[in-house]
């Protein structure tokens, strides 16, 4: 069976006092959560010290948002998996759309971070996903095909989770159908080696909708954006019914 992965991914928010203070209202929500989900929240790199102060005996692992693929370099602005490791990192976003449309992230590079982020023992979380456009003309199913075909090359199946983010969901309010998702989620499961790589859904996930996403038979967890930055909200999400 799929482990379940619930993400929070703060993208470019909190500082180092916003992330204590966020810490501090969410950890309390945790005693009753069951223990068959894996919380993780993926934080700017200012603020993964602060959880790794805070977070000893927590249950909550710690993310990050990207990875270089080498070790160390002339990289301006590049982060590399040992420096991620020594501070606690288990998990690491790669391919996101932002990264994608924003920074020139490509399928070879994004194929690149994954295989460091595994070297160094990191749990990657690579995000697929297609636009409106993409959508309209009928694209979806070719178009994340050939994303999972060119990211994957050469890489353990076993040490991965994937979200499916589809781009016109992503801090739009316009969530994917619920049904739809599972629809696309089993379709990138049937192109895996390992059906048991946790595959989650991503794209204005909140406290209103986790629970019949999480109802789908194929949605083994979420990657939540804006509305896992307040620690209620993300508290509701991670203790879906
Ligand atoms: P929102 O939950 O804000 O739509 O963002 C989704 C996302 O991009 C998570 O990585």
């Known amino acids: 069976m799929s482990k379940t992965v619930i993400a ?14 966020f810490l501090q209202g969410f950890l309390g929500h945790l005693n009753d959560t069951p223990d068959d989900r894996e919380i993780v929240l993926c934080v700017p790199f200012t603020a993964l010290g602060v959880l790794s102060k805070n977070l000893h005996g927590s249950r909550v692992k710690i993310g990050a948002q990207n990875v270089h693929w080498e070790d160390s370099g002339a990289y301006t602005g590049e982060i590399s998996a040992p420096m991620l490791v020594e501070v ?39 995000c697929v996903g297609e636009t409106k456009e993409q959508r309209g003309a009928g694209e979806t199913e070719s178009l994340i095909t050939l994303q999972l075909k060119q990211d994957l090359v050469d890489i353990d199946q076993s ?35 390992n059906p048991e790589v946790p595959i989650q859904y991503g ?39």
Request: hydrophobic content about 40%; proline content about 4%; aromatic content about 8%.
């Open 159 to 193: 040490n991965l989770v994937i979200a499916y983010e589809p781009i016109w969901a992503i801090g739009t309010g316009d969530t994917c159908e619920a049904k739809e998702a599972n629809r696309i989620i089993g379709l990138i499961r049937s192109q895996l080696s």
């Open 88 to 126: 606690g990192v288990r998990y690491v976003v790669i391919g996101h759309s932002e990264r994608r449309q924003y920074f020139g992230e490509t399928d070879q590079t994004v194929n690149l971070r994954l295989k460091a982020a595994q070297k160094h023992g990191l749990i990657p979380i690579l």
């Open 8 to 21: 929070g991914n703060w993208k470019m928010f909190k500082t180092q006092a916003e992330t204590l203070e």
């Open 203 to 241: 794209g204005s996930v909140k406290p209103e909708n986790i629970d019949e996403i999480m109802a789908q038979p194929e949605i083994n967890g979420a990657l939540v954006g804006g509305a896992s930055l307040s620690p209620e909200g993300f508290a509701r999400i991670v203790n879906y019914q």
